[in-house]
């Protein structure tokens, strides 16, 4: 019996990080200890059962900007995951619509459509990036002390 490679006992003990499968599927597994395809059946379980993206990749990409507020202090904002899907849903549809126009500028010429494709449509980081630039800006208006005329304080 061959023993589990680094591999899968690494990615066990990712999976073991979870309390819920730590308590169902890998209850009383000694990872050390574990053949190839004992190894391979508990983590295809894991997966099975696994319900959170973030075990199962063991990375996540946020996308903040800092800005500055009053008196010199610091604020952070973050695009939470329906924002960013948001933004993705946008720069999709506008690259649809670049690449149909390309297509109908340039019907018999496949490598010339992919060249202006490419040189109109813009980046998903820039969308992006004006996507963190709007909710900064969002905030700071929000944040904004507003000015009372002299009527509306005595009212």
Avoid at 72 to 99: N, P, S
Wanted: net charge positive; charged share 30%.
């Amino acid at each position: 019996m061959d023993s589990a490679t680094e591999k899968q006992v690494l990615a066990l003990k990712k999976f073991a990080r979870n309390p819920e499968l730590n308590k169902s599927v890998l209850k009383g597994v000694e990872f050390e200890t574990l053949g190839k395809k004992e190894a391979s059946e508990l983590i295809t379980r894991c997966y099975d059962q696994n319900t959170t993206k973030e075990i199962i990749t063991g990375y996540r990409i946020t996308y903040s900007q800092n800005y500055k507020v009053a008196e010199g202090k610091y604020r952070t904002v973050i695009l939470t995951d329906e924002e960013l899907d948001a933004v993705r849903e946008a720069h999709r549809q506008h690259c649809q619509q670049i690449l149909s126009e390309c297509k109908g500028d340039y019907p018999t010429e496949p490598g010339n459509q992919q060249c202006v494709f490419h040189k109109r449509c813009d980046k998903i980081y820039t969308w992006i990036q004006l996507a963190l630039d709007e909710k900064v800006r969002k905030e700071r208006l929000a944040q904004k002390a507003r000015f009372y005329s002299a009527n509306e304080l005595s009212e």
